[in-house]
């Protein structure tokens, strides 16, 4: 319930994340359904190998392409992003984006890292 609060609260924020994230022409935040997709989906994989694991619940981990795991928590920002409390300490921020017909995640430092095709649903 509390991830669909805050997917609702997307459709508002859209106009303020083109100055807070590295958007490029052509990049179009995902929307509230759209994000919540995603989020939805059993896994989300990257072309290094790695995956991010969303759920149940708010829990978060990424796997890396050689099973090395680091959990955390995540929940959905206002703007849309998607944040990462790790069990570690550490914390991230990420915004998915459409471009071209492509799913990426953009970092704070505007790193793109594109989603693999199979897993946009």
């Known amino acids: 319930m509390k991830r669909l609060a805050a997917l609702l609260v997307l ?3 859209q106009t303020a994340l083109a100055g807070d994230w590295s ?3 052509g990049d179009e935040p995902l ?4 994000l919540e997709a995603l989020l939805g989906l059993p896994l989300v994989r990257f072309h ?3 995956r991010s694991e969303y759920g149940p619940g708010d829990s978060y981990a990424y796997v890396y392409s050689n099973e090395d795991r680091a959990e955390g928590r995540y929940r959905v920002e206002a703007d849309g992003s ?3 409390d790790f069990v570690n300490g550490f ?3 990420d915004l998915y984006v459409r471009n071209g017909g492509r799913v990426l995640l953009i970092d704070r430092k505007g790193d793109r890292y594109p989603v693999r095709q199979d897993d946009q649903g």
Do not use: E, L
């Open 11 to 13: 459709a508002f924020a």
């Open 91 to 93: 914390s991230r921020c």
């Open 82 to 84: 998607v944040c990462v």
């Open 48 to 50: 290094d190998g790695g």
């Open 23 to 25: 958007m490029r022409a």
């Open 31 to 34: 929307s509230g359904a759209a």
